[in-house]
């Protein structure tokens, strides 16, 4: 296991981070996702632990927080001291029926990081994150009570989640102006079959040293290579139930066509090699996977150990190379004749 520091801060986190969303099962959308037990989460945990897995990602929102409870349980349960743990979880999904239980405002932050400590039984989160962009709060309201939050000692680092480009670009200028603690990662969607934020999003994350977390890096299973181009797949599947995130599913099965001779030479699953794509991107700090047994967590894992050569790499990013859009082609046409590094 690889350890990288998250964005421009000195905290290390390891590559693979172990997301909890498959814990509790509580509410419809969750129970499609997954309803392990504290029993089962204590098992991956351990085995997570086992690896060299340090970081581990959850939401106030997942399960209804049913989520929080087992995973803080499980680290009781594994007998781990506090600071062997990097805990993220995350804010501003609805909480309650109020309008003022949703979103990123002062109030909200205040009242959902005293409840997401509770749920966790810990005095304090390594990494609080905005799981969404809120178009009615003001960024300045809420980067300022984030930044009370780490003054308090309730929170050590700050992060975003689903974040688009300029708002992130704004509340970075706005942290360093006001001296007040910036994002240190970006958690977002990422995958060899959807690769847009390299448009916007992953020139800023490197200019500016913020770290990426990738969630759902195979795209709720569909880049496991276990379906096929009619939908067809394991029963009880994830995606069988629950089709997200939205995808070009004639992109991702042409990239799964590009996996599968990969994956039969290097003797391991279709998923294994999109992880490992995944973890050669050099703007990628760590990867989210999520697992309902433990022989799915070791299958996830052992992508770390993949070493794709250039003419692998050359390949599957060939296949997966982004449509070309403006302003890019008049950017690449006007810098054609330009040298230097």
Known sequence: MQYKKLGGTGLLVSEICLGTMTFGGKGDIWTKVGSLGQTEADAILGRALDAGINFLDTANVYSEGLCEEITGQAMVNSGRPRSDFVLATKLNGPMGAGPNDRGSSRAHIMDSVKASLRRLGTDYIDLYQLHGFDRITPIEETIR?????????????????????????QSL????????????????YYTIAGRDLEREIAPLLRDQQVGLMVWSPLAGGLLSGKFDRDGNGPEGSRRASFDFPPINKDRAFDCIDAMRPIAEAHGVSVARIALAWLLHQPHVTSVIVGAKNTDQLDDNVAAVDIRLSDEELAALDTVSALPIEYPGWMIERQNSNRTGS
């Open 173 to 188: 200028s706005l942290a360093d102006h006001r001296g007040w603690r910036r994002f240190a990662s970006l958690q977002a």
């Open 145 to 169: 009570a984030l930044d009370d939050l780490v003054t308090q000692g309730h929170v050590r680092y700050v992060g975003c989640s689903n974040w688009p480009a300029w708002a992130l670009a």
